[in-house]
């Protein structure tokens, strides 16, 4: 090939590849009416997404988000209507432990989602350990709930015991109450599946 052959050949240049394009994110009235129906989406499974037959957790989740964007939007529930949960009730009759009761028909019940030192002062390999001693939580729990009827809200099995959120006569939360008074400690892997204190969400 001669040379002013060669100078006319053109070589041509791999092309870089185009970037992706990035979707463009709605403006004006469209973003706000998205984000409209999502407050309105929220606001509606916290309000009525037990009624309908929502999973417990969708309807929580949908609560929680509430109260973080506004307290209106989700208003924490009284302990009084939480109560109207239970689906057993439980005359005491003895206490075992910080976070462990028996009733009188000889169901065991472990309350959810909090652990209080074992009788020998030690705390389970992977529990939650409270400051608190073994008999102060022992006692704590007593007076709360020794002879009175609760009412409990079923929430799993344990070792042969029903994991359970109760609630004295007069609508205090035990659960919440233990952890509040430092006799127990909050269990988070539990409390995230079904929350305690949702009456008093702060007492956490």
């Given at each position: 090939?001669?040379r002013?052959?060669?100078?006319?050949?053109?070589r041509?240049?791999?092309?870089?590849?185009?970037?992706?394009?990035?979707?463009?994110?709605?403006?004006?009235?469209l973003?706000?009416?998205?984000?409209?129906?999502?407050?309105?989406?929220?606001?509606?499974?916290?309000?009525?997404?037990?009624?309908?037959?929502?999973?417990?957790?969708?309807?929580?989740?949908?609560?929680?988000?509430?109260?973080t964007?506004?307290?209106?939007?989700?208003?924490?529930?009284?302990?009084?209507?939480?109560?109207?949960?239970?689906?057993?009730?439980?005359?005491?009759?003895?206490?075992?432990?910080?976070?462990?009761?028996?009733?009188?028909?000889?169901?065991?019940?472990r309350?959810?989602?909090?652990?209080?030192?074992?009788?020998?002062?030690?705390?389970?390999?992977?529990?939650?350990?409270p400051?608190?001693?073994?008999?102060?939580?022992?006692?704590?729990?007593?007076?709360?709930?020794?002879?009175?009827?609760?009412?409990?809200?079923?929430?799993?099995?344990?070792?042969?015991?029903?994991?359970?959120?109760?609630?004295?006569?007069?609508?205090?939360?035990?659960n919440?109450?233990?952890?509040?008074s430092?006799?127990?400690?909050?269990?988070?892997?539990?409390?995230?599946?079904?929350?305690?204190?949702?009456?008093?969400?702060?007492?956490?």
């Amino acid at each position: 090939m001669s040379r002013s052959s060669r100078s006319n050949v053109v070589r041509l240049r791999p092309r870089s590849p185009t970037p992706p394009r990035r979707p463009k994110m709605p403006k004006g009235p469209l973003a706000i009416g998205l984000v409209l129906l999502a407050l309105l989406a929220i606001w509606l499974v916290s309000q009525y997404g037990e009624k309908v037959g929502l999973p417990a957790q969708a309807v929580t989740a949908a609560q929680q988000i509430g109260r973080t964007i506004s307290p209106a939007m989700a208003p924490a529930p009284t302990n009084e209507t939480l109560a109207r949960k239970a689906d057993f009730t439980c005359r005491v009759e003895r206490v075992n432990d910080g976070d462990t009761l028996r009733c009188k028909d000889g169901t065991r019940v472990r309350l959810h989602a909090i652990s209080a030192r074992e009788r020998d002062e030690t705390c389970s390999q992977g529990h939650p350990c409270p400051a608190a001693s073994a008999a102060t939580s022992t006692e704590a729990l007593k007076r709360l709930v020794q002879n009175k009827t609760l009412s409990c809200q079923n929430i799993g099995q344990s070792y042969e015991r029903v994991t359970a959120i109760c609630w004295t006569p007069d609508h205090t939360e035990v659960n919440c109450a233990m952890v509040e008074s430092g006799n127990a400690a909050l269990w988070p892997r539990f409390h995230r599946d079904v929350p305690i204190c949702q009456a008093t969400p702060d007492a956490l």
